[in-house]
């Protein structure tokens, strides 16, 4: 649990360009740093705005010595596809998303994103391409305001409170009130702030990425900690998200990524299935255990690999 949020605080400090300011970084996560500083090729180039194509060739990659990682594994993605990844936890989901956002290097392959070699693109654009909703999304001492701004830090008022519309938040925003009084988008949030709900801090973290509007959404189980009744609010917020761009969804309810354009299932870093929801049903294979397993509910993806 220490290692998947540590990796989660370090994969959204990343993606908000606070690699070297960490000291402004809030809520008790001034003791993270990242795993280690990998340092941009002296002619690295300026990636632009991507359609969002991403292949992953015969990538590998280890933590350390019979540690868990990625194996051989080989992805390609279309401008604007959806894909939706399942598969037991410690199956090495988290990783591939952090292999994307270049928290660590492969030690074999290449991932490239339109064709460009991580390696070789600046970090700070490469990480400009891609948004990114996880289960535990850090919020800052700050405004609401500001927090969703960290999407993108030169947004209008207007621009923040339209992300905030579509991603469900605005009605909410509107009722908050903190200990000193400041209330709407003025209130704090974070430790210091106002306690937001699982559902409300999903959707400020959503409007985040609405707001950031970048051409890759990666999700890393955004729902899984929702109630069902808090998720049916989010999930319009989440396909208003997911519109125009490439989707990497990593979901613990099969509900939510039964209609993206591709279904994957990694195990021990490698993925087994792959196809369509219907296709991998009618394969009667993993991802079909799972499906039968999860019932309508919640899952039991680790029961169901046993
Ligand atoms: P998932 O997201 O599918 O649950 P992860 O990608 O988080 O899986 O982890 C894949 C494997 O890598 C697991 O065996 C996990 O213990 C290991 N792992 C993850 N993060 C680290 C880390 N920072 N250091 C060492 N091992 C790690
Ligand atoms: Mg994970």
Redesign the pocket.
């Known amino acids: 649990a220490m290692?998947?949020s540590?990796?989660t605080g370090w994969v959204s400090m990343a993606l908000m360009g606070m690699w070297g300011n960490i000291g402004e970084v809030e809520d008790g996560m001034k003791t993270l740093s990242p795993?280690h500083a990998l340092t941009d090729a002296p002619d690295a180039k300026v990636l632009d705005r991507v359609a969002g194509e991403i292949a992953f060739d015969g990538v590998g990659f280890a933590?350390?010595r019979d540690?868990?990682?990625i194996d051989d594994l080989t992805l390609r993605i279309a401008p604007g596809e959806k894909i939706g990844i399942i598969?037991?936890?410690?199956?090495?989901?988290?990783?591939?998303?952090?292999l994307l956002l270049r928290l660590y290097d492969v030690e074999r392959g290449a991932i490239r994103i339109d064709g460009h070699d991580l390696r070789e693109v600046t970090q700070e654009s490469l990480r400009r391409q891609i948004a990114m909703v996880t289960q535990e999304t850090a919020m800052f001492n700050r405004a609401a305001r500001d927090n969703i701004r960290y999407g993108r830090p030169d947004a209008t008022e207007a621009e923040i409170v339209a992300a905030a519309t579509a991603a469900e938040a605005h009605d909410f925003i509107l009722t908050l009130r903190d200990h000193a009084g400041r209330s709407g988008y003025d209130a704090h949030l974070g430790e210091r702030g106002v306690k937001l709900s699982g559902g409300q801090r999903q959707r400020i973290a959503l409007a985040r990425a609405i707001l950031k509007d970048a051409p890759i959404l990666v999700l890393?189980?955004a729902t899984s900690a929702l109630d069902s009744e808090v998720e049916a609010q989010v999930q319009a917020a989440l396909a208003r998200a997911m519109e125009g761009k490439t989707v990497l969804a990593?979901a613990h309810r099969l509900s939510t990524i039964a209609e993206l354009d591709r279904i994957i299932v990694?195990e021990d870093?490698r993925i087994i299935e792959e196809g369509s929801h219907d296709a991998l049903l009618a394969k009667g294979g993993r991802y079909a255990r799972y499906w039968a397993h999860q019932s309508g509910g919640v899952l039991g993806l680790d029961e169901a690999a046993e």
């Open positions: 290692r998947l540590q990796m795993p933590y350390g540690e868990g990682g598969g037991a936890s410690g199956a090495g989901k988290s990783t591939l998303v952090a890393d189980e990593i990694i870093g």
